[in-house]
């Protein structure tokens, strides 16, 4: 079995445009170009999570309906009415 290098194009100093970058990193691996990255350290804080919840459909349609009476988006009507919700179960 022959010890085969494989060869690397180098990157291109400049791309023309964002179309030609992608082609190029389409057909070509960053594990080949490891000097041309560096490890830079970065700390991030989560300040909000989303959730997802299935509502039927009929229920959405009131929700809509009741949060732009009041002119309110309708994720906030829902977290208030699961706001009140809860705070009477408590």
Known sequence: M????KLIDPIPEEFASYDEAAAFWDTHDTTDYPEA???VEVKTELR???YEVEVEATLMK???KRA???GIPTKRLVNDMLRRQISLAA
């Open 68 to 70: 732009q009476a009041k």
């Open 62 to 64: 009131v929700l809509r």
């Open 37 to 39: 990255f560096k490890t």
């Open 2 to 5: 022959q010890n085969k290098k």
């Open 48 to 50: 909000r999570r989303h």
